[in-house]
């Protein structure tokens, strides 16, 4: 992959001065059109061999274009805060909004290279992570996000003349790193790592463009023009045509089961069970979300429900059991702005708690294949990839040591008309009951349907649904609370 890298191109510097203006124009003139336009973010990562021109090249990019709608991130070593979420937070959150350009100095492909070539990890390893790297990719360009990729290339002779002619001069040498020349020490093997991790991610929505760092003025031009280039063909095409989907239509189970049908709504506890079980189950996760055990897992709980189900109560005896710093509520209603700038798990990345925190999701990432697919806010190819997208979200959580809790509330049609009634008719439960809602139980059956096709998909062996039988709201509280301690209670206990 590197060979055509290594062929000594150059650009002479009269036909560099030629062409720099008009480039320079082109780039800001699509810029503009992009950020007018607020169609698609782009995303640029430049990677590759230490003293290969990278740091050169991103300053460039800020001179020829307009650096308030470029933002530039260069990642080191994970701070505290970094640590304690998935690999991918830190670079979720730097993701550029629709209209803007983010432009990675390190990505998420440093750590695992790295790693590699450390021998910190296995070839099984990085193919793992090069795995979870093309889906992440793909979900990004489904998105609609522009992904450009740079590996800036030097042969071993190449860059041991780079980094001895950098540490020469005195305005250079602070550049040249111990850690850089420790690289070099490990050249052939930062290249065989490389190109397997080239080789694996170089996909049609997101190719890799190998660039020869050799000389300043064509790994300039290179980089810049394939900038234009991909740019204006993004935003000189036509808009897309609705397309035919040729998506396989669910299939029903054979047996007809419906989860939801299944549940037996008729459990009850008495006013006074419930207060003792409460008040132990209460007790249980009080005692456990204060242990020293706990300090080192984060919990995300994911509240999901028909509506009137009863998750506001559930989740007040959660929260009545602990201590308000170590948990924080996070209602999810229609997207802003800003969240619709950007990739749809956005708005639930940015939100992923560090350890010995509780996050508690009132509704969730689950909106898009429930209530965006049933009103038709996503078409479906996006509700339908997003299952995918989710299970590796949850996947990645897990892998962070988070303790994942999912709860799906149910009540019979019957139950939630009684509840709705009620709610119209009591002044301090008015606000709870919107047109909205009356909307929604019209549309029962395709919600059912929706609902069954969720759980079916993305209740895993890692991160299962918990289906909570809501029709007595004592029944669902106690079983909320109980099976949320017994969760953090068998993770703990597998920690130690």
């Known amino acids: 992959m590197f060979e055509s890298a290594e062929l000594g191109h150059a650009i002479d510097k009269d ?32 990677s590759g061999v230490d003293g290969a021109g990278k740091g050169e090249t991103v300053n460039l990019l800020h001179q020829w274009m307009d650096p308030r709608h470029i933002q530039a991130h260069a990642f080191g070593p994970p701070t505290d805060e970094e640590s304690e979420r998935p690999p991918l937070w830190r670079f979720w959150r730097a993701l550029p909004a629709k209209g803007k350009t983010g432009i990675f100095f390190t990505s998420w492909y440093t750590a695992p290279i790295v790693a590699r070539a450390y021998k910190e990890t296995r070839d099984a390893d990085l193919d793992q992570a090069m795995e979870e790297v093309r889906r992440f990719e793909r979900m990004l360009a489904a998105e609609g996000a522009l992904v450009l990729k740079f590996w800036f290339h030097l042969s071993k002779e190449r860059q041991a003349e780079r980094l001895e002619k950098l540490e020469k001069k005195a305005k250079t040498r602070w550049r040249v790193t111990k850690t850089d020349w420790l690289h070099f020490k490990l050249y052939d093997r930062f290249r065989k790592i490389s190109e397997r991790a080239l080789r694996e991610t170089s996909t049609a929505e997101a190719p890799w463009v190998v660039v ?57 506890l008495d006013k006074a069970v419930y207060e003792d079980e409460l008040a132990r189950y209460e007790r249980k996760l009080a005692l456990l979300t204060r242990s020293d055990a706990y300090k080192q897992r984060s919990v995300v709980a994911v509240f999901e429900g028909a509506d009137a189900a009863g998750k506001g109560g559930a989740i007040r005896r ?31 990345w940015r939100h992923v708690p560090r350890k010995g925190m509780l996050a508690i999701f009132d509704r969730s990432w689950y ?14 190819e996006d509700w339908m990839r997003a299952y995918t997208e989710i299970n590796d ?19 019979s049609q019957e139950e939630q008309l009684r509840r709705f009634q009620e709610r119209e008719q009591t002044a301090f439960k008015r606000f709870k009951i919107t047109a909205e809602d009356w909307r929604n139980r019209e549309k029962w059956d395709a ?50």
């Open 447 to 496: 919600y059912q349907r929706a609902i069954c096709d969720m759980i079916d998909r993305t209740s895993t062996e890692i991160a299962p649904w918990t289906l909570v039988e809501a029709e007595d709201k004592y029944f669902a509280r106690v079983k909320v609370v109980r099976v949320l301690a017994e969760a953090i209670e068998k993770a703990l206990d597998e920690g130690r």
């Open 318 to 348: 959660v929260t009545g059991a602990m201590d308000a710093r170590w948990y924080s509520t996070i209602p999810i209603a229609a997207p802003t702005e800003e969240e619709r700038a950007q990739p749809y798990l956005w708005r639930f």
């Open 15 to 46: 036909t560099y001065d030629a062409e720099v203006p008009a480039l320079r124009e082109a780039l800001l003139n699509a810029q503009y059109d992009l950020f007018q336009a607020k169609k698609f973010p782009v995303v640029i990562l430049i």
């Open 393 to 411: 979200f949850e996947e990645q959580l897990l892998r962070n040591r988070t303790v994942l809790v999912k709860f799906w509330l149910q009540v």
């Open 212 to 268: 020869e760092g050799t000389d300043e003025r064509y790994r300039s031009l290179t980089v810049g023009k394939a900038i234009l280039a991909a740019l204006r063909a993004r935003l000189d095409e036509p808009a897309p045509k609705k397309p035919e989907t040729h998506t396989a239509p669910f299939l029903e189970p054979v047996d007809h089961v419906n989860l939801l049908q299944s549940l037996d709504l008729t459990q009850r």
């Open 367 to 380: 909106g898009r294949v429930l209530v965006e697919r049933v009103e038709g806010f996503a078409s479906r």
